[in-house]
């Protein structure tokens, strides 16, 4: 009797398992839906490598991953294949991060540098509906960062247009991280696009050189957006030349800020960022134009390919549009997902599948692997991942079946139910990834879509062309009055459904398993086609709950210690400083989900401030903590000082404090922020301190601590913490 060794005894007994076997008949019937997981795992690797903080912890998932690969060899069926080739993604996800982090590496300003600086602008940008112009510098003095950004309050200022060279003193800064453990990351961002040095004047932009004439493809399409944007701007004023230059070109900066804000909270962000519908429009509009002109002959729609003619033309027609517009990852992805199937339609197959959709991401995910924790990337993959999904469906199937309408009224109910479901697909898949980025989200989406898209497709965009098109002869006048009306309703639409009782939910930050699970659960649901696929609702359904039932942290500290905020329990957010900016407030007021941050911690009850310092008693979780926070740079005499430290619980300062100040449980002075970061805390009877540097870990991007330069002058007599 022969007896089997090695991997083939392995292999034998791992075939021989009934589990295995079940797994295998599994795989087996969905075969066809295998070749999705790709994406899944490439950026499942690059999110481990983004998402664990330490080097060590890296190297444990890629040696995970590779056993994983090397298990996959010693055994058999599609199982095995799975794994082998789901292990060898993940390294190469995680090997395209760590390849990307390090050819984006650039230096980055160490200390605060205030002087004459000299340079070529890059690109220029307004923001903040208007009120802000920044733009991007690549230095001369090789003794400062390569390429630094300058953000000036106000217009843009003339002449400072990329290719133009201008001087300037100003004040340059590192990259700023997180003002929340897990909130945005301006440092990252910065590291991947190579910006070293964040700024603002401090006096006037001079324009030492004029931008020579565009040179280039990349220069000629700059200027071409630029007058684009002019003349829009210019024959269509406010909120409404502003949205339609946004379709255009991609350029959102200038539409006012409320406006923005509605849109979001009616669910018709989707329409400013330039994505699948608007590419969808221009390819649709061109192919139907191509096709219906060329058979307009019958000897050319009988002799030439006329639907691969129309095909060619519309891509074409997708490339510009998509190079026009700057080429930012949702027009990427819908460019590269248009072009898939525009193919289909040339060579007769169907082309709009799930596979069309895991192609774009794992190119991209090739390419720009940081562009997985952008929004921008989840929120149209997801949106487009859900409603495909919808449709190769048995009931999307019978949604889309024109087979089973009678008559027109049949037709018409079949066409708005599939709008319909098709809006609740996609506000459902992008409701988790806006929670998680922006802690809010719209609820009533679909109603002001039904609106909304239709009039966008039909009226808008059509009228956008017609306006260009006048403009070159002279004769827009008449086009660009219809463009702003149709414009107007757009914007009132908006307005009233961001208006309506409890269209925005709001939730404080997600904890990351949580997004997790919510993710995992709807791509499960999403790629396989049986009865297992409901298995995905479990994690769904996990993340869902840990969502909601987060609580959000008590305290916030900033990483400099200047500003901190308390969440009164009733939902109120009170600020150390009255003049904390409006990026500190949003951010904190969106990670807490606070009502309002315009309350000020003096005023709360039993608060005692003085010019100095203020002492606040915090309540959470029926326990009382006590906060002392120094509010000026000067020094406080010992015999004050000591006491009001050794009876608070917590002190936080911009200053070095001296060991003699020794709280009963946490110091967060600008020494120990320095190493930390930004702070969020939960306190109660289980307290826990979360910060920027345990979340970046040893990521190239941390920021870097600002030195600590005491003052010389000291308050010789101090107003008591008494004192209000």
Same mark, same amino acid.
């Given at each position: 009797?022969?007896? @089997? ?130 733009? =991007? ?29 201008? #001087?300037?003193?100003? !004040? ?16 990252? =961002?910065? %590291? ?27 220069? %000629? ?6 007058? +684009?944007?002019? =003349? ?64 307009? @002959? ?47 339609? !040339? ?13 774009? !991401? ?124 149709? &414009? ?16 925005? +939910? ?16 709807? &791509?499960?649901?999403?790629? %396989? ?37 308390? &969440? ?15 990026? +500190? ?6 990670? #807490? ?79 120990? &922020? ?45 107003? @008591?913490?008494?004192?209000?």
């Amino acid at each position: 009797m022969r007896v @089997s060794t090695g991997f083939g005894a392995l292999q034998t007994r791992w075939a021989q398992a009934a589990p295995a076997a079940a797994i295998e008949a599994w795989l087996g019937s969905e075969r066809h839906q295998l070749p999705l997981l790709a994406p899944v795992a490439l950026g499942a690797g690059v999110a481990l490598w983004f998402g664990l903080p330490w080097h060590d912890q890296r190297v444990a998932a890629a040696v995970v991953a590779g056993a994983a690969a090397v298990a996959g060899l010693a055994l058999r069926g599609l199982s095995a294949r799975l794994l082998l080739w789901g292990g060898v993604l993940v390294l190469l996800g995680l090997a395209l991060a760590e390849w990307r982090s390090a050819s984006v590496a650039a230096p980055v300003l160490t200390d605060r540098f205030t002087g004459e600086i000299a340079g070529v602008v890059e690109e220029t940008q307004v923001t903040r509906g208007g009120e802000r112009f920044r733009f =991007r510098l690549t230095l001369d003095d090789p003794a400062l960062p390569r390429h630094v950004r300058i953000s000036a309050k106000g217009e843009p200022v003339p002449g400072v247009v990329p290719g133009a060279r201008v #001087t300037l003193k100003a !004040a340059l800064m590192p990259p700023a991280g997180p003002s929340v453990p897990g909130g945005y990351d301006f440092a990252r =961002r910065a %590291w991947f696009s190579e910006t070293g040095a964040t700024g603002y004047p401090l006096g006037p932009v001079t324009v030492t050189a004029r931008a020579p004439p565009p040179a280039g493809l990349l220069g %000629w399409l700059a200027a071409t957006r630029a007058a +684009i944007n002019a =003349r829009l701007y210019a024959l269509v004023p406010g909120a409404a030349g502003a949205i339609g230059a946004a379709f255009v070109t991609g350029e959102q900066g200038p539409i006012p800020v409320p406006v923005a804000q509605d849109m979001r909270d009616a669910g018709l962000a989707h329409l400013l960022s330039i994505s699948g519908l608007h590419i969808a429009i221009v390819v649709g509009g061109t192919l139907w134009f191509v096709r219906r002109t060329l058979t307009l @002959s019958p000897w050319i729609a009988l002799r030439w390919p006329v639907k691969g003619i129309a095909a060619a033309v519309a891509a074409l027609a997708g490339v510009a549009y998509t190079l026009l517009a700057g080429g930012e990852v949702p027009t990427v992805r819908s460019c590269i997902a248009t072009l898939i199937v525009l193919v289909g339609i !040339a060579i007769g197959r169907e082309a709009l599948t799930l596979r069309m959709v895991a192609a774009g !991401a794992f190119l991209i995910l090739c390419v720009r692997p940081e562009a997985l924790l952008g929004p921008s990337f989840q929120l149209s993959f997801a949106a487009v991942t859900g409603i495909v999904a919808l449709y190769q469906s048995r009931f999307g199937r019978w949604l889309s079946d024109p087979a089973r309408s009678q008559g027109w009224g049949a037709r018409l109910a079949r066409h708005l139910l599939a709008l319909v479901v098709t809006g609740l697909v996609a506000e459902a898949m992008l409701a988790a990834t806006a929670l998680y980025h922006f802690n809010r989200a719209g609820l009533f989406g679909v109603v002001a879509n039904l609106v909304a898209i239709p009039l966008t497709s039909f009226v808008v965009m059509p009228l956008l062309l017609l306006t260009l098109l006048a403009d070159a002869v002279g004769v827009a006048a008449p086009a660009a009055w219809l463009l702003g009306q149709s &414009l107007d309703v757009l914007v009132d639409v908006a307005r009233v459904v961001a208006g309506w009782p409890g269209a925005v +939910i709001r939730l404080p930050m997600m904890p990351d398993l949580a997004y997790a699970g919510i993710v995992a659960g709807g &791509l499960w649901l999403c790629i %396989w086609q049986g009865r297992l696929r409901f298995v995905g609702t479990l994690p769904l359904a996990a993340g869902l709950v840990a969502a909601v039932l987060a609580r959000p942290p008590d305290l916030l500290v900033s990483g400099d210690g200047r500003h901190a905020a308390y &969440l009164v329990p009733d939902g109120r957010l009170a600020l150390l400083r009255d003049r904390a900016g409006d990026y +500190i407030r949003d951010m904190w007021g969106d990670a #807490t989900a606070a009502t309002t941050a315009d309350v000020a911690l003096a005023d709360l009850p039993g608060a005692r401030c003085s010019i100095d310092a203020c002492v606040a008693d915090l309540a959470a979780e029926g326990r009382r903590w006590r906060l002392l926070a120094t509010i000026s740079r000067d020094r406080v005499p010992r015999e004050r000082f000591a006491p009001a430290c050794a009876a608070a619980d917590i002190v936080v300062s911009a200053r070095r404090l001296p060991a003699w100040c020794a709280p009963r449980w946490l110091k967060l002075d600008r020494a120990t &922020l320095n190493t930390t970061g930004a702070v969020a805390i939960w306190l109660g009877s289980e307290p826990e301190v979360r910060t920027v540097a345990a979340r970046i870990g040893d990521h190239p991007w941390l920021p870097v601590p600002a030195p600590y330069r005491a003052r010389a002058s000291v308050a010789e007599t101090a107003p @008591s913490y008494g004192d209000r």
